[in-house]
């Protein structure tokens, strides 16, 4: 779910306050405007007379501006400087923009490895999250509706969000500023979980990837090693080190594959193996279409067991 008007977190329900506010009270000055300017026109000569008398000038054309305007600006400033406001002990999160994906790092904390994943963000719930925005190419546009503005990501400089979720539950990123033709498909969920649930999913995330339990799966793995995908990926535990593309030492247990495009199962994973360029034109993966029906559904497997 993705909308602006539903806010999830600090700075995003500060925002739709604002716009409501704006919005409403735009409205109704709107209103009597429209209605005293009709009323200057069609009135009987002699009952629209107050209208320009020194009363009503004075009132309705210098005091009531002033009054409502001096309130609106320190109303407006007030939200502009709470929102985004970095807290202490929050939780950082680097992603960077890739054509057409997001490249998603938990940076080593203490004890903890660093922990990279691709098109998915997961949080917990009631803590801030820092997030370090930049890019690997073009300009792209960090935006989660439900959690507050966007930000742009520019190469060659960090921009930087934060943000607080304040229930769990699973929110839509897109990108917010057209970076080339696959644009339009460049989302990205923002999982938030409850404190427990999200240590246990980086612990998860820590570790290496699984090793193969049945024969099909180790064929994949073979595949996976012989077919050069690990040029650009990296499977953590067997060698694959590339970093050009997503990380996919547990890609098995995201939620969509593609950068939000598919959900995430055997099915689909074949599908974007033997078809990436027909579905994703100008992803910067080829298409692997000579592969056997056999081969695919055992590359395809693997990638689903490496939950
Ligand atoms: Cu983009």
């Avoid at 490895?113 to 690997?136: C, D, K, L, W, Y």
């Avoid at 999200?198 to 612990?203: L, M, N, P, S, V």
Wanted: aromatic fraction near 10%; hydrophobic fraction near 40%; proline fraction near 6%.
């Amino acid at each position: 779910m993705q909308s602006a008007l539903d806010p999830a977190g600090g700075d995003a329900s500060r925002i739709y306050w604002l716009t409501i506010i704006m919005t409403v009270g735009g409205t109704l000055i709107f209103l009597v405007v429209t209605t005293l300017l009709l009323y200057a026109i069609f009135a009987p000569h002699d009952r629209r007379r107050w209208l320009g008398g020194r009363q009503t000038i004075l009132y309705g054309g210098l005091v009531f501006p002033i009054v409502t305007l001096s309130a609106l600006l320190p109303y407006g400033l007030v939200v502009m400087r709470d929102t985004d406001v970095p807290q202490a002990g929050a939780l950082p999160i680097e992603v960077v923009g890739e054509q057409y994906w997001w490249r998603v790092r938990y940076p080593a904390d203490g004890e903890q490895p660093e922990v990279s994943t691709a098109n998915e963000i997961v949080v917990p719930i009631g803590r801030s999250i820092a997030v370090s925005v930049a890019s690997a190419d073009v300009i792209h546009s960090f935006w989660i509706p439900n959690f507050g503005g966007k930000i742009d990501m520019i190469p060659g400089r960090i921009n930087r969000l934060n943000f607080t979720a304040e229930r769990p539950g699973v929110y839509r990123g897109v990108c917010a500023e057209f970076c080339g033709d696959q644009h339009a498909r460049m989302a990205f969920d923002v999982i938030a979980l409850e404190p427990a649930a999200f240590d246990a999913w980086r612990a998860e995330q820590e570790k290496l990837a699984r090793e193969p339990e049945f024969p099909l799966l180790a064929r994949g793995r073979d595949l996976f090693r012989a077919g050069g995908c690990g040029s650009c990926h990296t499977v953590r535990g067997t060698g694959a080190n590339g970093q050009f593309g997503p990380d996919l030492t547990h890609v098995g247990s995201r939620r969509t594959i593609g950068a939000g495009q598919f959900p995430n199962n055997v099915g689909t994973l074949a599908g974007w193996i033997a078809n990436t360029q027909h579905i994703k034109p100008g992803a910067r993966m080829p298409s692997y279409g000579s592969l056997s029906g056999e081969d695919l559904r055992a590359l395809a497997g693997y990638m689903e067991s490496l939950k």
